[in-house]
């Protein structure tokens, strides 16, 4: 990837989602800490960018034209300086030594010259919603040339009109080499608007929906994210509220920070919701010795259950998510809500299900976040106890208080295990190759979540 300037560090982010069409519900704030890890990561390649073909010299001197060949031995970055410039871009500056060598007779010439490099970069939104770069001013400041030749001698005849020459041919193409690895850049960034997996059926495009906000400490971004299932675009519910990150949230320091409102969450539970991942049917093996989801074990609670069943048999409980689950942040704290309707099943003679009773159930649950690498995962644990009340019954009346105990041991590990394992798979934050978090931190405020990080850029 071109980073010559560090600039692909700079804006090749990880950009996290929002939750509407109409407004943003996140915001990437790119520190200034990161321009420095930018600046030690794009010497490199800018070095081997400025390796430009300097074309034949013709010399006459000698009262003829001769042509002399010459070449760039070295590109030596010894500064390089990286910047915001509030509602512009980014700033270069890099301070270049060139080392030469002049094809001449009876020995080569070798000169070095130093030349100062310094480029505006403006960050603008593109037409089909990424970041779009582009140099708006390139300038190369030449200073006096250093000559060493064989014999240590005074500089020939032809040393002025050589360095004419030189700084002519490398004005034009110096910058135009900045130029071409900036423009490079946009054809990478354009991957931000790719799909990105939340579960097996549903996927999360994002898009920026309007210019950045730089200033001399950071650049932001407010992205927009249009959820898919089953391929096709979904309709979340609009809050004419934006969501607005304040100054100073995250860790001090840090090269990211990445605020995602509730309605993120709440959008993409949702989401899952519909496409029935949250669902999910528990079933007993009656073999099992410890399990007491049977009728057996039931039938000690609720005798039409063993007049019915006399001879022991597994149960089965259908969980399913009819209500979207709520998700609620407060300070340092978040909660995860869910109301399952669990219908409770025998099999019967014909080998089909005979249904016994229904109950709707709330629990309440510890939501705890992280990001690894490029996703943001969840682990739950259960908050108090399982509210049970029953819905309906097939066995007359039903004391929830007896079943209180049996339905919360076969029902809450289950619950957890399934519902940890879907969080644990995590979203897909908006990312392009090779940029990942590196030691994020999460914090839990009213309302929202922030993630602070820094970034590690891998080939």
């Known amino acids: 990837m071109p980073g010559a300037c560090g600039l692909g560090l700079l804006l090749v982010l990880l950009l996290p989602p929002v939750v509407s069409a109409s407004r943003p519900g996140t915001v990437f704030r790119l520190n200034k800490e990161v321009l420095s890890y930018a600046v030690e990561a794009g010497k490199a390649p800018l070095q081997r960018a400025l390796q430009v073909t300097v074309p034949l010299f013709l010399d006459r001197s ?26 512009f871009g980014i700033r270069l500056l890099a301070a270049t030594n060139f080392t030469f060598k002049i094809f001449r007779d009876p020995e080569p010439l070798h000169l070095l010259l130093p030349i100062a490099l310094l480029a505006d970069t403006s960050v603008e939104q593109g037409s089909i919603g990424t970041p779009l770069v582009s140099i708006s001013s390139c300038f190369s400041i030449f200073d006096k040339a250093i000559v060493f030749d064989g014999r240590n001698s005074t500089a020939p005849a032809m040393l002025a009109p050589l360095q004419s020459h030189i700084k002519a041919v490398l004005k034009s193409k110096l910058c135009l080499r900045i130029s071409n690895l900036v423009q490079g850049l946009n054809v990478h960034l354009g991957t931000l608007i790719g799909l990105s997996p939340v579960g097996p059926e549903s996927q999360v495009r994002y898009t920026m929906i309007d210019t950045p906000t730089i200033t001399n400490d950071y650049i932001s971004l407010d992205i927009n994210a249009v959820l898919f299932l089953l391929g096709r675009p979904i309709v979340l ?12 949230m995250g860790t001090k320091g840090a090269m990211a920070t990445v605020g995602l409102s509730q309605d993120l969450f709440d959008s993409v ?13 528990i079933t007993a093996q009656l073999n099992s010795s410890n399990n007491p989801l049977n009728t057996s074990v039931l039938g000690q609670l609720i005798p039409e259950v063993a007049r019915q069943f006399p001879e022991p048999m597994p149960l089965v409980l259908k969980v399913r998510l009819g209500a979207t689950p709520t998700v609620t942040f407060h300070t340092n704290n978040a909660t995860l809500r869910l109301q399952p309707f669990v219908e ?15 109950l709707n159930v709330v629990v309440n649950l510890s939501l705890q976040l992280s990001v690894s690498q490029v996703r943001l995962r969840g682990t739950t644990s259960v908050l108090g106890n399982v509210q049970l009340t029953v819905a309906s019954s097939n066995l007359g009346f039903i004391d929830t208080d007896q079943v209180q105990t049996l339905m919360g041991e076969v029902f809450e590990k289950p619950l ?23 030691t994020p931190e999460v914090f839990i405020q009213e309302g929202y979540v922030v993630v602070s990080s820094g970034l590690l850029y891998q080939r």
Request: no cysteine; aromatic share 8%.
């Open 62 to 87: 000698g009262g003829v034209f001769q042509p002399t060949r010459i070449q760039i031995l070295n590109v030596d970055v010894s500064h390089l300086h990286l910047t915001f410039v509030a509602d």
């Open 237 to 248: 519910p609009v809050d004419s509220t934006p969501f607005v990150l304040p100054q100073h």
């Open 269 to 281: 539970i949702m989401l899952m919701q519909k496409a029935g991942a949250l669902n999910l049917d």
């Open 344 to 358: 409770v099943l025998a099999p019967s003679s014909n080998s089909a299900f005979q249904y016994l009773f229904s």
């Open 416 to 438: 957890l295990d399934h519902l940890n394992a879907l969080l644990g798979m995590g979203i897909a934050l908006p990312h392009v190759v090779n940029l990942q978090y590196v």
